[in-house]
Nanobody, 121 residues
């Protein structure tokens, strides 16, 4: 079974920067893609950015130009560099890993527990 753990959330002032990290751990698996999502109370979880094993990236419109997703394949880790943060970026940020198990064709998904990002002066 794969476990996903996020870190790096916190309080930052508007215009500031923050870097989130997410590591997937376990054995006998291959990452297909990893992504960051965020959720605020009363709203659905929404995609912020994702990256595939082939390095293809996808960003929400609001994240383009401000956020950068990157990954370290050797560590099964993905990062989200967030710049020019706005109060409306305040949310719980969740990491998601899509993976397959060696020798099997099924695709699985695992979520982290979430990390709070608060943008406020």
């Amino acid at each position: 079974q794969v476990q996903v753990v996020e870190s790096g959330g916190g309080l930052v002032q508007p215009g500031g920067s923050l870097r989130l990290s997410c590591a997937a751990s376990g054995s006998g698996f291959s990452i297909r893609s990893m992504g960051w999502y965020r959720q605020t109370p009363g709203k659905q979880r929404e995609l912020v950015a994702s990256v595939t094993s082939g390095d293809s990236t996808n960003y929400a419109d609001d994240a383009k130009g401000r956020f950068t997703i990157s990954r370290d394949n050797a560590k099964n880790t993905v990062y989200l560099e967030m710049n020019s943060l706005k109060p409306e970026d305040t949310a719980v940020y969740y990491c998601n890993a899509v993976y397959s198990l060696w020798g099997f064709i099924s695709i699985y998904t695992e979520w982290g527990q979430g990390t709070q990002v608060t943008v406020s002066s």
